[in-house]
Nanobody, 124 residues
Framework: QVQLAESGGGLVQAGGSLRLSCVASGRTFRNYGMAWFRQAPGKKREFVAAINISGTYTVYQDSVKGRFTISRDNAKDTMDLQMNSLNAEDTAVYYC?????????????????WGQGTQVTVSA
């Protein structure tokens, strides 16, 4: 079992920045590919960004490319999402997720473990 806990959400004005963090516990963090997903009210959970086990490969949803940066620190068992130039369309609950192995995937069913989520609200 891997336990994941997100933090860093909040209310921010459009154009502002937030940094989300995800702390993992329970198993060897460096064995897990990690990702961020988000879910807005009335919408399906969507992929935001993912990072491989070593942190050498990242992939992003097109709408966040150039604005968001995913990173991980295997020594601290943490993963972050730096979000810049936020807009109202970024408003959602953000979830971190983990899957064992080398493959990086973009679909929610590919991830075995999930955090509880952290709310990000961007005001216009």
């Amino acid at each position: 079992q891997v336990q994941l806990a997100e933090s860093g959400g909040g209310l921010v004005q459009a154009g502002g920045s937030l940094r989300l963090s995800c702390v993992a516990s329970g198993r060897t963090f460096r064995n897990y590919g990690m990702a961020w997903f988000r879910q807005a009210p009335g919408k399906k959970r969507e992929f935001v960004a993912a990072i491989n086990i070593s942190g050498t490969y990242t992939v992003y949803q097109d709408s966040v490319k150039g604005r968001f940066t995913i990173s991980r620190d295997n020594a601290k068992d943490t993963m972050d999402l730096q979000m810049n130039s936020l807009n109202a369309e970024d408003t959602a609950v953000y979830y971190c997720a983990a899957r064992e192995g080398f493959e990086v995937v973009k679909y929610p069913s590919g991830y075995e473990y999930w955090g509880q989520g952290t709310q990000v609200t961007v005001s216009a």
